[in-house]
């Protein structure tokens, strides 16, 4: 069977944003949103919505490692790999 990979070890595509570095990523980003403020379309947060997210945030976070902690995990690997407490 043909592999759609067409020389690719591994599987994984040489193509696509994914597969940059991540510097090259930054960049591509940071132009987006550079050009979304000059355009006027960027959202800026006051600081109630700032507020609000951190909130929320707060407490998704708190919601996982209790969960974590009930069925029977740490809950210092629960939240999806972003482990910078």
């Known amino acids: ?14 193509r696509g944003f994914a597969s940059m570095d991540p510097q090259r990523q930054r960049e591509i980003a940071s132009e987006g949103g550079r050009a979304a403020h000059e355009k006027g ?3 800026e947060f ?3 919505e700032a507020r609000e997210a951190g909130r929320k945030g707060g407490m998704a976070r708190s919601a996982n ?11 210092s690997h629960a939240g999806g790999g972003n482990s910078s407490n």
Do not use: L, V
């Open 1 to 14: 069977m043909a592999s759609n990979n067409q020389g690719n070890q591994g599987g994984k595509s040489n």
């Open 41 to 43: 379309t960027a959202h």
């Open 46 to 48: 006051t600081s109630e």
């Open 65 to 75: 490692r209790r969960n974590a902690a009930q069925s029977g995990n740490s809950g």
